[in-house]
């Protein structure tokens, strides 16, 4: 299962900020916070990661708790061309496997309205 | 540019068919992944590699089998035996198999049995 939880859709007006929340209440100290997002019939994009700190790249603004059992990705002006799927992911270390993996949610699905 | 490439883009797949996916990447990449996705759903770990010559069976292999003869190269081939090949096919790779540094993933391949 995945370690996160997201809401299963949001919508925002186009231009206005859009703030996309996720809980991951049983994250180790070791784990990064991936964001990634899904246009229709593409693979998924990398959007931002952080570990502790906020985050800022040309994409996006990561903010993440103090206690780091949740985070909060932020898109400063939501366009038409950012509506997609939004995934939250922590990597998993499933016992028997040997190895981390990520598991995948069902995601934020973000409409933006015109 | 590095990346990865999935290839076919649509693929149409008789009954009782085996069907070969490609996936190719040049971004020097030590781990390579492979996903399902069926609509509305999030992604699903068929199988996964951290090494040539070597590949684990991820949530979902049965019906699918994979081989890993060179870095650059993890192609899928879904045989007569998955009864719901059906889907859409992602395949992913990252440098390092703690998976913090991110996964990289190519444009997928939609599977149709006809």
């Known amino acids: 299962d995945a370690k996160t939880t997201q809401p299963n859709s949001m919508e925002s007006n186009e231009e206005e900020p859009v703030h996309l929340p996720c809980n991951h209440s049983?994250?180790?100290?070791?784990?990064?916070i991936h964001w990634y997002r899904q246009l229709p019939s593409q693979g998924p994009e990398y959007v931002i990661h952080g570990l502790t700190s906020n985050v800022n790249n040309r994409m996006a603004s990561l903010a993440i708790a103090e206690d780091r059992k949740s985070s909060t990705l932020i898109l400063h002006r939501a366009t038409l061309r950012d509506a997609a799927v939004y995934y939250c992911i922590l990597r998993d270390f499933p016992w028997g496997s040997g190895t981390y993996k990520y598991i995948f949610g069902t995601g934020t699905r973000l409409k933006v309205l015109a | 540019d590095g990346g990865i490439t999935q290839s076919p883009k649509y693929l149409f797949r008789k009954e009782g068919q085996n069907v070969t996916l490609s996936c190719e990447q040049n971004l020097n990449h030590d781990a390579m992944y492979w996903y399902r996705q069926d609509p509305g759903q999030g992604l699903r770990l068929i199988y996964y590699?951290?090494?040539?010559?070597?590949?684990q069976k991820g949530d979902i292999a049965e019906g699918y089998s994979v081989s890993r003869e060179k870095k650059e190269s993890f192609p899928l081939t879904v045989t007569s035996a998955q009864k719901n090949p059906t889907a859409f096919y992602l395949c992913?790779?990252?440098?390092?198999?703690?998976?913090?540094?991110?996964?990289?993933f190519g444009s997928g391949t939609r599977l149709t049995v006809v």
């Open positions: 590699s951290q090494i040539v010559n070597d590949f």
């Open positions: 049983t994250i180790s100290g070791t784990d990064y």
């Open positions: 992913a790779s990252s440098i390092g198999t703690d998976a913090n540094y991110g996964y990289t």
